[in-house]
T-cell receptor, first 110, second 116 residues
Framework: EDQVTQSPEALRLQEGESSSLNCSYTVSGLRGLFWYRQDPGKGPEFLFTLYSAGEEKEKERLKATLTKKESFLHITAPKPEDSATYLCAVRHSGYSTLTFGKGTMLLVSP | NAGVTQTPKFQVLKTGQSMTLQCAQDMNHNSMYWYRQDPGMGLRLIYYSASEGTTDKGEVPNGYNVSRLNKREFSLRLESAAPSQTSVYFC???????????????FGDGTRLSIL
């Protein structure tokens, strides 16, 4: 059974204080790892897809990386508007649907 | 661009009542999905439709039915609502559910459903 575990559950940062969120997974034959951002009262918003170990993608202050067992979402010099819940999901070779982690709630204080 | 539109945004039901949640997408996507999101549980797949005319069960299908009305629309029905179905329901769509494809899913803003 696919397992996706995100840590920490919640993270509070000061504006400008860089940190990383973790997504560890156990799937047979990863075909894609997805990062989403979810604001309160809204649906998840797609950020990145990573396909293979060693791959990296960046968008503004966010950088996602992938290894064979986990993915990191690095947040550099965060701003209050980066506050949101970040979700990780995986798709493996035998399935086409996604398995989601429970998310990390990020709060960035000014 | 509307993307994925869900109606209604909020609803309160009494136990035993029935209701249909509506979802429409304007991105010409083949695949559509229904999820529920509960505190501490994350997003769980209820049903999905790989393409028009097909539907399949997800992780938590009990108590729900779905209809893929056409390529744009995918509805979720609660025949006899129970308090355990109190949740936020999200609809999503993607370009393809094929093994060769790996497109992200795009989500609506959800329906917040309370069952008393």
């Amino acid at each position: 059974e696919d397992q996706v575990t995100q840590s920490p559950e919640a993270l509070r940062l000061q504006e400008g204080e860089s940190s990383s969120l973790n997504c560890s997974y156990t799937v047979s034959g990863l075909r894609g790892l997805f990062w989403y951002r979810q604001d309160p009262g809204k649906g998840p918003e797609f950020l990145f897809t990573l396909y293979s170990a060693g791959e990296e993608k960046e968008k503004e202050r966010l950088k996602a990386t992938l290894t064979k067992k986990e993915s990191f979402l690095h947040i550099t010099a965060p701003k209050p508007e980066d506050s949101a819940t970040y979700l990780c999901a995986v798709r493996h070779s035998g399935y086409s649907t996604l398995t989601f982690g429970k998310g990390t709630m990020l709060l960035v204080s000014p | 661009n509307a993307g994925v539109t869900q109606t209604p945004k909020f609803q309160v039901l009494k136990t035993g009542q029935s209701m249909t949640l509506q979802c429409a997408q304007d991105m010409n996507h083949n695949s559509m999905y229904w999820y529920r999101q509960d505190p501490g549980m994350g997003l769980r797949l209820i049903y999905y439709s790989a393409s028009e005319g097909t539907t399949d069960k997800g992780e938590v299908p009990n108590g729900y039915n779905v209809s893929r009305l056409n390529k744009r629309e995918f509805s979720l029905r609660l025949e006899s609502a129970a308090p355990s179905q109190t949740s936020v329901y999200f609809c999503a769509s993607s370009e393809a559910l094929a093994r060769a494809g790996n497109q992200p899913q795009h989500f609506g803003d959800g329906t917040r459903l309370s069952i008393l």
